[in-house]
């Protein structure tokens, strides 16, 4: 069956909150019901929104997979600390990183975290906690891309006809499934939520995995995520829907202290965008590119060339895996 939009410009906050609530408390019941919290807007909203309808009968966890930015598990936890909203963070790293090995292949490296995370992470923790639902900010345009085999994301799964509780041994929540990304801000703001969680550009299910070109390998991962780092400070001042940097596979020549070298290459992306399905490259100034590329090349040795994106979505896509 399809999902009924429901347009951010036609949508009434306030009522959209409450009908949730009641639809979350009525399922959940006297039960428990568990989270996973990434720091995105999608999962911080549904997060804070699930937190409203069954206090402490929702038990959120960070899953820390080895794959996300640097020292956000510690972040986030901290941020909604300052809300009264609990967070545990289980660390995950070998359980994804032995996932992943091996796999070259984006739907696979997907299909792998997918997985991982619901398969393995997630069930422990529901047979742990007695929960018998999990809690997810799967969104519109999640469903969109994966219906239409552009992309699967990781957090669909009727639209592929398959059962969670059959596959994973719980059911599965989404009371943002009629939302896009613009929809699901108002419902941040809606919340409460500080502005830096709701209008925090996004961030994909698959974290940092989803910028590896190829094999996802620690040290891959440890190269992203300072290339990444890099990226968002220089560019944290620029109107934008969400930049990123990207590891590409192949390795390319350079010069390093005047002899040939061959090293990586990372590919930024910078996008402007209102719901992420399409999106075109923001005009950055070129003095912008050229320090980016030049503070990426001096502070990750591995690194000896920079691009940069120029193409509109479609033909592109925002993440490259």
């Given amino acids: 069956m399809k999902t009924k939009e429901i347009k951010a410009k036609n949508m009434n906050t306030k009522i959209f909150i409450e009908e949730k609530v009641r639809e979350i408390r009525n399922i ?8 996973a919290l990434s720091g995105g807007v999608d ?80 069930a422990d923790l ?13 969104i519109l345009t999640d469903i969109d891309e994966t219906v239409a085999g552009i992309k699967r994301q990781h957090n669909v799964f009727a639209q592929l006809d398959i ?13 943002l499934i009629q939302l896009r990304k613009d929809g699901v801000r108002k419902v941040g703001r809606g919340l409460g939520l500080p502005e830096s969680m709701f209008n925090r550009f996004p961030f994909p299910g698959p974290a940092l995995a989803a910028r590896v070109i190829g094999e996802v390998t620690p040290e891959k991962i440890a190269i992203v995520r300072k290339a990444t780092a ?12 969400q ?21 990586n290459q990372i590919e930024i992306r910078c996008w402007n965008s209102t719901d992420a399905r399409k999106a075109a490259p923001t005009r950055l100034p070129f003095t912008v590119l050229e320090k980016m590329a030049a503070k ?25 895996v």
């Fill in 43 to 122: 999962s911080s909203v549904v997060t804070a929104l699930g937190h409203k309808a069954l206090g402490n009968k929702l038990k959120t966890y960070f899953i820390d997979n080895g794959i996300m930015r640097k020292r956000e598990p510690e972040k986030v936890k901290a941020e909604f600390k300052k809300l009264g909203i609990p967070v545990e963070i289980i660390d995950a790293s070998q359980a994804f990183f032995d996932a992943l090995r091996g796999i070259a292949d984006p739907e696979e490296k997907r299909e792998a975290i997918t997985q991982t995370f619901y398969k393995k992470i997630f």
């Fill in 230 to 241: 890099i990226v968002e400070a220089q560019l944290k001042d620029v109107k934008a829907f």
């Fill in 126 to 138: 529901v047979t742990q906690s007695g929960a018998k639902y999990l809690l997810q900010g799967t």
């Fill in 163 to 175: 059962d969670p509780q059959k596959a994973f041994g719980y059911k599965i929540l989404e009371p």
């Fill in 296 to 320: 990426i090349t001096k502070n990750i040795p591995e690194v000896v060339s920079v691009t940069y994106n120029i193409t509109t979505k479609p033909t592109s896509t925002i993440e490259a």
């Fill in 243 to 263: 930049y990123l940097a990207i590891l590409h596979n192949d390795r390319v020549t350079g010069m390093r202290y005047g002899k040939r070298v061959f090293g």
């Fill in 28 to 35: 959940v019941g006297d039960g428990m019901a568990i989270n």
